[in-house]
């Protein structure tokens, strides 16, 4: 679902929800959402690094598999386990500016409700189209592994083809030009 609001300058996507119900206790998945220092797959093969652990304030950055490049790179802005975690988001390849991406766990009969929801996303741009299609992968692979501890079968042969082409991220997503003092805020 969106919600398309101009914020004078430019139309920006309010929000996008992405909601899933997972099969298992909220701790479980608030722990799985939360790993750092470890491949996730539903994060498309990246890992989560900070400096010093996930918490307001902290620089984030989704690290390629090899470790060379960033691929997304924020700032916490919100840490309230196991209910709500949010961060600044900007994709290093993109010239896009930054939006929001929060993540709500609620328990639910059956599991956890698991709800992304991105924010101020510029309407129109790559970074529309790329979290468009990004959320509905992130939510399905990570029910999935959540509830198997594998991503579906269509997220795994995506992430082999993005492993095989992984040589043609632009230099622009090194690891070095996004260092963990280089703050993402979003206006």
């Given at each position: 679902m969106?919600?398309?609001?101009?914020?004078?300058?430019?139309?920006?996507?309010?929000?996008?929800?992405?909601?899933?119900v997972i099969r298992a206790p909220i701790q479980k998945v608030w722990a799985e959402l939360t790993r750092e220092d470890t491949i996730l797959p539903f994060f498309f093969n990246s890992?989560?690094?900070?400096?010093?652990?996930?918490?307001?304030g902290a620089p984030v950055r989704m690290v390629s598999k090899n470790?060379?490049?960033?691929?997304v790179v924020g700032d916490v802005l919100e840490f309230d386990p196991p209910y709500r975690y949010a961060h600044t988001f900007k994709f290093t390849s993109l010239d896009d500016?930054?939006?929001?991406?929060?993540?709500?766990l609620k328990e639910v009969y059956g599991g956890t409700e698991f709800t992304m929801i991105s924010e101020r996303v510029p309407a129109g741009?790559?970074?529309?189209?790329?979290?468009?299609?990004?959320?509905?992968?992130?939510?399905?692979?990570?029910?999935?592994?959540?509830?198997?501890?594998?991503?579906?079968?269509g997220?795994?042969?995506?992430?082999?083809?993005?492993?095989?082409?992984?040589?043609m991220t632009p230099?622009?997503?090194?690891?070095?030009?996004?260092?963990?003092d280089r703050n993402i805020n979003v206006d």
């Open positions: 969106n919600e398309a609001v101009s914020t004078g300058a430019e139309e920006t996507v309010e929000r996008t929800y992405n909601r899933v890992t989560c690094k900070t400096p010093d652990g996930l918490k307001v470790g060379k490049h960033a691929a500016p930054p939006c929001i991406i929060r993540y709500e741009t790559k970074s529309e189209k790329y979290m468009t299609s990004g959320g509905e992968f992130i939510a399905n692979n990570f029910k999935a592994f959540v509830e198997t501890g594998k991503a579906t079968a997220g795994r042969f995506a992430l082999f083809m993005m492993g095989l082409t992984s040589f230099s622009a997503c090194k690891l070095e030009n996004w260092p963990f």
